[in-house]
């Protein structure tokens, strides 16, 4: 699980956010079957040319042998599933169900407050580095990401970074969407769970997840019908 640092200026402003009028929160999501498959996704996703100039780990101390792919159209990675309940506290997501809990997110909401957790699906990439930097790939807040896992698809997007060296962390909404328990505690998946981020999508405001399914069916679509040319 990624352990994550409150600045004072975040604290600050989580603070000031309730004087904040809010923007319109999403609903929870639930998982609704996709109209591409999981095997039509991971298909395109069986070989690998790395765009990473290294490979991540998937948690600390684990083997780093998790390397970031890509093709034409998208960057993926296969690796497991912590759960990341930062960003406006809920009931399920605060500091006291969340031992590493943090009021806050890479990427803010339309209104500036931090990302929900547990009602937007949304995935963590590491933050920049020598080994990888996710924006020279066209990848950015409110990227659109298709989850696989099992035989399921969850739409999300890009919201939060994470350490530079570990991968495979996504929010409460999506892991619950996916079947996954989502105890920030001890839930996640070991493993299984691929991450496809569709190169130069961009859902706006990044909250409105009913804009992600759609673009991210769409996208999923072309992934899944096109060549999968491989290249960064």
């Not at 042998?65 to 960003?87: E, Q």
């Not at 020598?130 to 399921?152: C, E, I, N, P």
């Not at 706006?204 to 759609?214: K, L």
């Not at 096109?226 to 960064?232: C, D, K, R």
């Amino acid at each position: 699980m990624r352990v994550q640092s409150l600045t004072l200026a975040a604290a600050s402003a989580a603070l000031l956010a309730p004087t904040t009028p809010p923007a319109a929160q999403p609903h929870p999501a639930v998982w609704r079957e996709s109209t591409v498959s999981a095997a039509e996704l991971l298909a395109k996703v069986r070989d690998c040319a790395p765009v990473s100039r290294g490979r991540y780990r998937s948690d600390n101390g684990a083997p780093a042998d998790i390397p970031v792919c890509g093709t034409r159209d998208a960057v993926f990675w296969k690796a497991d599933m912590d759960i990341d309940c930062d960003g406006r506290p809920g009931p399920r997501c605060n500091s006291s169900t969340d031992p590493y809990f943090a009021a806050s997110t890479a990427y803010a909401q339309s209104d500036g407050r931090p990302l929900s957790a547990e009602r937007l699906p949304f995935i963590v990439v590491p933050a920049p580095s020598s080994l990888w930097d996710y924006r020279d790939h066209g990848v950015g807040g409110g990227s659109v990401v298709a989850v696989v896992y099992r035989d399921r698809v969850q739409y999300a997007v890009v919201g939060d970074t994470g350490p530079q060296g570990i991968i495979g962390e996504a929010s409460y909404a999506t892991a619950k969407a996916l079947g996954i328990r989502a105890d920030p505690r001890g839930g996640g998946a070991p493993s299984g769970v691929t991450y496809i981020v569709f190169k130069n999508t961009k859902v706006s405001p990044i909250e409105d997840h009913a804009a992600a399914v759609t673009e991210g069916e769409r996208m999923a679509r072309r992934f899944a019908d096109g060549s999968g040319a491989i290249g960064s």
